[in-house]
């Protein structure tokens, strides 16, 4: 990755209108008077775990900690007043304004990096994963949204009733190379179609009818060659304006924290037309992020797949 950290807003209610901040803040800072030392992060779990009654998905052995488990600092001190019966729950009206303009720009070598309407779109990539598609399908179905997923051949190849089920929900498909080789950019014209081709002839004989109409580079690495081989082969770029981070462990670990990281990312920079990045393939902590997250999102903007003819 050569991209550097984006600098990051630590208010989840930037963008939000006067209304909707004020509601907020007054939450917050009855959150925080309730949770004393606790600060930002610890409010911040307790609202997560205030918003979801599910358990947490399952994680591979030995790479993550116990999603919202209380810790001392998060205990309510009994000198303090206790929170009322029921917290009140997120204002509802919009933190992003529905007079903001719809975002624009360009990603490497021309890849878009919004819709090009006001719905935002979700994205998830390097799948499918056996483990892990099924629940964001299960996530999404449940709150009846349509997303885009960005897969990789070689893990289609291996699952190709994901790919059946992905496009038999209405989601819409995008092609991210063979192997996610984050220097296929820089390879020769053959190499890249024959690359793109293949994943694309897997992708269609897992799901004949699929529609193909979207390319990503792994790493978000494109190349003018890259995106003119995609468009050769009827597929426009797309880069992203919204960048979940869900894979950067080092920095954000794994379990609550990182789920924590995500929800706020994508709740203080998703604006309208807005492309999400975020990843199915291994990532558990995405998944409860995004319980949290869909319904957010629903209550927000609209959200919509990638479109496709
Ligand atoms: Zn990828």
């Known amino acids: 990755m050569s991209r550097k950290p984006r600098y990051r807003v630590p208010s989840a209610n930037r963008g939000a209108s006067p209304p909707a901040a004020l509601a907020t803040m007054t939450f917050?800072?009855?959150?925080?008077a309730v949770l004393g030392t606790a600060g930002c992060a610890g409010s911040y779990a307790q609202i997560a775990a205030r918003s979801t009654h599910s358990s947490p998905s399952p994680e591979p052995a030995g790479t993550s900690q116990p999603a919202a488990t209380p810790t001392?600092?998060?205990?309510?001190?009994?000198?303090?007043p206790p929170p009322p019966p029921s917290a009140p729950p997120p204002p509802p009206a919009p933190a992003i304004p529905a007079n903001l303009p719809v975002a624009t720009g360009k990603g490497p070598a021309g890849s878009a990096r919004t819709t090009g309407s006001a719905s935002v779109a979700l994205t998830f990539d390097d799948g499918p994963d056996p483990m892990y598609t099924p629940q964001i399908l299960d996530l999404l179905k449940a709150n009846d949204v349509k997303a885009t997923f960005c897969l990789v051949g070689r893990q289609v190849k291996a699952n190709p009733?994901?790919?059946?089920?992905?496009?038999a929900e209405g989601h819409t498909l995008c092609n991210h190379t063979w192997v996610h080789s984050l220097?296929?950019?820089?390879?020769?014209?053959?190499?890249?179609?024959?690359?793109?081709?293949?994943?694309?002839?897997?992708?269609?004989?897992?799901?004949?009818?699929?529609?193909i109409q979207y390319f990503r580079a792994p790493g978000g690495n494109f190349t003018p060659l890259l995106v003119t081989v995609a468009a050769e082969l009827g597929m426009k770029s797309i880069y992203w304006?919204?960048?979940?981070?869900?894979?950067?462990?080092?920095?954000?670990?794994?379990?609550?924290?990182?789920?924590?990281?995500?929800?706020?990312?994508?709740?203080s920079e998703t604006r309208r037309g807005s492309i999400v990045l975020a990843h199915d393939y291994k990532k558990p902590d995405t998944i409860t992020a995004y319980k949290i997250l869909l319904p957010w999102l629903k209550a927000h903007v609209t959200l919509t797949a990638m479109p496709v003819d």
């Open 72 to 80: 001392p600092n998060s205990a309510p001190d009994p000198t303090t």
């Open 241 to 267: 304006a919204v960048d979940t981070r869900d894979w950067e462990y080092s920095k954000w670990g794994h379990g609550q924290s990182m789920v924590n990281h995500i929800i706020q990312t994508v709740e």
């Open 161 to 167: 009733g994901l790919v059946h089920r992905i496009v």
């Open 183 to 211: 220097t296929i950019g820089t390879q020769s014209k053959e190499v890249i179609l024959k690359d793109l081709q293949e994943t694309n002839n897997a992708i269609r004989e897992a799901a004949p009818d699929a529609k």
């Open 28 to 32: 917050a800072a009855l959150a925080l």
